[in-house]
C-alpha cells in the first residue's frame, strides 16, 4: 500500500500530504476488516468468507490497474485495508478450526512468521524491482497474479471441501 501513495503522487501529482493522507484509508479499513472478520465468518461461515475476501482483495487491486482515477484508486485503498486485516483475523479464525483450540497457538505463531517473513520478501522485492526501472503497473499487477493466485486456491479448497463433505 506504501507503493500506492507514491502511484499517486508520481503518477497523478498529487500532493505528498495528499498522498499519505490515502495511507490513513487504509488503516480505517483495516480497522473496519479486524472488527467486522468474525461477524462476516459467523453469517457465511470461514471459507466462504476467506474466498470473498481474496475476491474484493483481486478487486481492489485490478481497480488500481484498470483507472486513472484518484477517486478510484482512493476506494481501492480503503477497500485493500479492509482485505488485508480481514484475511488476517479471517485465516486466524480458520486456522483454529481446522487444527483445533489446543494446537491453535503453535500453528498460528508459525503461520504469522511466515507472513511476516513473505511481506518483507515481497517488499523488498518490489522495491528492488521499482529501482530496477519496473514500472507502478508492473507492481501492480504482480499483487494482482499474487491476489488471484490465492483467490483461485481459495476456491479450489472450498470446492474440494464442499465436494468432500458431498462424498462422505
Known amino acids: 500500500m506504501l507503493f500506492l501513495t507514491d502511484y ?8 505528498i500530504d495528499l498522498s499519505s493522507q490515502l495511507f490513513s484509508l487504509v488503516g480505517v479499513g483495516s480497522l473496519i476488516g479486524a472488527l467486522t472478520s468474525g461477524v462476516i ?13 481474496y475476491l474484493l482483495g483481486a478487486v481492489a487491486v485490478l481497480m488500481v490497474l484498470l483507472t486513472g ?15 488485508l486485516l480481514c484475511c488476517v483475523s479471517l485465516s486466524s479464525i480458520r486456522t483454529g478450526e ?8 503453535h500453528d498460528w505463531g508459525v503461520l504469522t ?4 517473513l ?10 528492488g524491482l521499482l529501482s530496477l526501472g519496473a514500472s507502478f503497473y508492473m507492481l501492480f499487477a504482480i499483487a494482482q ?24
Open 113 to 116: 512468521l511466515g507472513f511476516g
Open 41 to 53: 465468518a459467523r453469517l457465511l461461515g470461514t471459507p466462504w468468507s476467506l474466498t470473498l475476501n
Open 145 to 168: 497474479g499474487i491476489l488471484a493466485t490465492a483467490l483461485l486456491l481459495s476456491v479450489w479448497l472450498l470446492f474440494r471441501r464442499k465436494r468432500g463433505q458431498a462424498a462422505g
Open 69 to 83: 482515477s484518484v477517486t478510484v484508486i482512493t476506494l481501492s485503498a480503503f477497500m485493500m485495508g479492509f482485505f
Open 118 to 127: 513473505g511481506l518483507a520478501i515481497g517488499s523488498y522485492g518490489l522495491s
Open 98 to 105: 481446522i487444527t483445533g483450540i489446543t494446537r491453535h497457538p
Open 8 to 15: 499517486l503522487h508520481r503518477r497523478f501529482g498529487t500532493t
